[in-house]
């Protein structure tokens, strides 16, 4: 997963798939991104789908 790193310091790891208009899918708290999973493939035919762990 890439990592981004926020200007306190703080890292968000994400992943970013397919393409189109972006599409932010956001797990509940303490959820990561393997929460979607089992939607990202079909979403990603469509958009560009971007999924990120707390």
């Keep these: 997963m890439p990592l981004f790193r926020l200007r306190d310091g703080a890292e968000l790891y994400y992943e970013k798939t397919g393409?189109?208009?972006?599409?932010?899918?956001?797990?509940?708290?303490g959820g990561d991104g393997r929460f979607w999973e089992a939607n990202v493939a079909e979403l990603a035919r469509s958009f560009t789908?971007?999924?990120?762990?707390?």
């Excluded at 972006?22 to 509940?28: S, W």
């Excluded at 789908?49 to 707390?54: L, T």
Aim: negative net charge; glycine residues 12%.
């Design 19 to 29: 393409s189109g208009l972006p599409l932010f899918l956001v797990p509940g708290l």
């Design 49 to 54: 789908v971007v999924v990120h762990d707390h």
